[in-house]
């Protein structure tokens, strides 16, 4: 049995003739947070609407809490909370008198629900203030307390700090690290903001023109945003096992049949020169390197960078 929260099979849907979700397969495991990077109109919200059965799913198959969400609709989706684009409330209510609205529309069992929301996102219980007054950023948050009223396992926030100021959008930060880490919540989001996916997620998966290019975790990713040596050599297995033994290297890694991509720039690369020289080992170059993760993402998705 596998750790999956949310994982789907070849996912795909058309408009007409055009496909906006080509062939995904997402992998979303428990008690992580998984970020959906890519620009707008990438096919992020759409993924999220056919996870949600919000929009039809033209191919392919998606499975959360390791079950086809195919005819058990009625026992998954409770288990969900979810905003997909603007959360929709009433305008003359008040942030508590909406959540309780919805409390008795979903058959919120705990009794202290609305209050326990609001505290989690830092916003006021049984305030005066009318939602038409909230600024956008308390409306985020009115969103995301709706979403964990009932206490779900799984939350799908799509571009949770869309249109947020700076000090809003760390506010978010802070609400989304502390319903994973503090809560335990598994959380799949959506942005086209590079550097907030880089804030957030444990985990990220890359997708351009509904093609899902890339799945790894942030720690792989930050990798490529790092100073590294990158060394081009005749025999990578051989010169691999010098550098282990007689240098004591264990972080780098292999890139190809004669490339080594190595993250200890400490290294005194003469000395490895020369050792590998001596074992009749070619050494084409020896190159110190920053990629930044824009230039990775320029890279795979083959054109402009995200913001």
């Known amino acids: 049995m596998n750790d999956f929260m949310i994982e789907t099979t070849q996912l795909t849907k058309m408009y007409g003739g055009q496909k906006a979700v080509n062939c995904v397969d997402l992998h979303v495991r428990k008690g992580r947070v998984y ?11 759409t993924i999220m609407k056919m996870i949600l059965g919000l929009t039809p799913i033209t191919s392919g198959e998606v499975s959360v809490f390791g079950q086809n969400i195919k005819g058990r609709e009625k026992r998954v989706y409770p288990r969900i909370g979810a905003i997909i684009e603007t959360p ?44 038409s007054k909230y600024s956008l950023g308390m409306k985020q948050r009115l969103g995301i307390a709706n979403a964990i009223l009932h206490d779900p396992e ?9 249109g947020l100021d700076p000090i809003g959008i760390a506010e978010m930060r802070e609400f989304i690290r502390k319903l994973s880490v503090e809560h335990g919540k598994t959380i799949l989001l959506s942005s086209h903001i590079l550097s907030e996916i880089a804030v957030l997620a444990d985990e990220i998966g890359i997708i ?4 899902l290019l890339e799945e790894t975790s942030m720690a792989e990713l930050e990798k490529k945003n790092s100073k590294y040596i990158l060394l081009e050599v005749s025999n990578v297995p051989k010169a691999t096992l010098i550098l282990e033994r007689q240098f004591g290297l264990k972080d780098y890694s292999v890139q190809g049949d004669q490339t080594l991509r190595i993250y200890d720039t400490a290294l005194d ?14 050494v084409a170059s020896s190159q110190l390197c920053n990629d930044t993760l824009e230039d990775y993402f320029k890279k795979i998705t083959g054109g402009e960078g995200i913001a």
């Open 269 to 282: 690369m003469a000395a490895v020169n020369k050792a590998l020289v001596m074992q009749n080992i070619a």
């Open 88 to 131: 929709g409330f009433y305008p003359n209510l008040t942030g508590t008198e909406n959540l309780e609205i919805f409390a008795r529309l979903r058959g919120t069992a705990a009794p202290n629900a609305v209050k326990d929301a609001l505290e989690i996102v830092g916003l006021p219980y049984k305030d005066k203030k009318l939602f």
């Open 208 to 211: 351009d023109h509904g093609v």
């Open 154 to 162: 799984l939350l799908i926030l799509d571009e949770p700090t869309n």
């Open 35 to 45: 970020g959906l990077l890519g620009r707008n109109g990438a096919g992020k919200t």
